[in-house]
């Protein structure tokens, strides 16, 4: 058997931060990350290789069945109280008294403080996101965006230097996609310091997570970047946007939904990010810029 490694780790909490007051009890049930199989490669060889541990999670609410979430299952209470808050089912993590993991069941139970007001009609219109492990996004989420407030321009800024350093953090990430793959990873920087990292079989999952670890430690996102391997769709944008993040840096694209979101939100969009290399789409005027010399072009001489 392949050895569970300690590192790498799907979910690192990088500085000491101290929990919010009022927060709820958490399990701490992290799911065994990877797992063991035999292939057969192309040149007939036998070999075992490691794979990413997808599970479904069933998230109830109050004894009430909500849905059921497809995770790596690295920080799953942080991945349920993100998902709440993301979906705008409750407003701030004081609301809920627990959150309790049991893998056996593949279940996670919530309890509230006093309920969830409207819950029926809350859920009643779903979603099916794009990508990777099929999000939902609930209906009253994506109508309730004109009320996010984001900081100005002048007040939340990145510098070209900046992100050039975030970039290479995440390059040289020991992570379980660089191991086994089919993950997607997401991270949380203030200036060029990375204060989370978690991957997940899905986008929408990591960022749920570090929604939870926010509330539950009290971190706003006016000062923050949000980092993501995956694609800009428009559930990320408005997910980055509810936690108050206005500057998001990808690894991939941007879709013309998520593009036309972050316009209207007056966000900073980087994608195509690696290395030192970026597309900057949206929020220009965030971005302090220190242009790269442009490279000689290559005469080619006829022989």
């Known amino acids: 058997m392949l050895p569970e490694p300690t590192e790498p780790s799907a979910f690192d909490a990088l500085p000491a931060c101290q929990v919010l007051a009022g927060a709820p009890r958490l399990t701490q049930t992290a799911g065994t990350l990877l797992r063991e199989i035999e ?32 995770t790596l299952g690295a920080c799953p209470e942080l991945l349920v109280l993100g998902y709440l808050l993301n979906q705008r089912l409750v407003e701030a993590v004081t609301e809920v008294e627990s959150v309790s993991v049991d893998w056996d069941v593949g279940a996670a139970a919530v309890r509230t403080h006093r309920g969830i007001q409207d819950l029926g009609r809350k859920t009643a219109r779903r979603v099916v996101t794009t990508g990777c492990g099929q999000g939902t996004v609930f209906g009253d989420a994506l109508t309730q965006l004109d009320a996010v407030r984001l900081p100005s321009a ?36 203030h200036g ?11 986008r929408h999952n990591a960022i749920d997570c570090i929604a939870g670890w926010m509330a539950m430690h009290g971190v706003t996102g006016a000062d923050k970047t949000f980092y993501t391997t995956g694609r800009l769709t428009s559930e990320m944008v408005m997910k980055a946007a509810q936690m108050g993040v206005p500057i998001i840096v990808s690894r991939n694209g941007v879709t013309a939904m998520g593009h ?39 005469r080619l001489v006829a022989g």
Do not use: W
Not at 42 to 52: L, N, S, V
Not at 271 to 294: I, K, M, S
């Open 39 to 70: 292939i057969v490669d192309e040149y007939g060889e036998r070999r075992r290789i490691a794979i990413p541990a997808e599970r479904p999670l069933t998230l109830f609410v109050d004894k009430r069945e909500l849905v059921t979430l497809m």
């Open 192 to 202: 060029a310091q990375m204060l989370m990292f978690v991957e997940d079989v899905g």
């Open 154 to 189: 002048q007040a939340a800024r990145i510098h070209q230097r900046t992100l050039v350093a975030m970039l290479e953090t995440m390059r040289q990430r020991n992570s379980v996609h660089r191991r086994a793959g089919s993950v997607h990873g997401c991270a949380l920087f």
């Open 260 to 298: 036309e979101l972050a316009g209207r939100l007056g966000m900073t969009l980087f994608g195509r990010a690696a290395n030192r290399h970026f597309l900057c789409y949206t929020g220009f005027e965030r971005f302090d810029a220190e242009p790269e010399p442009q490279r000689a072009p290559v």
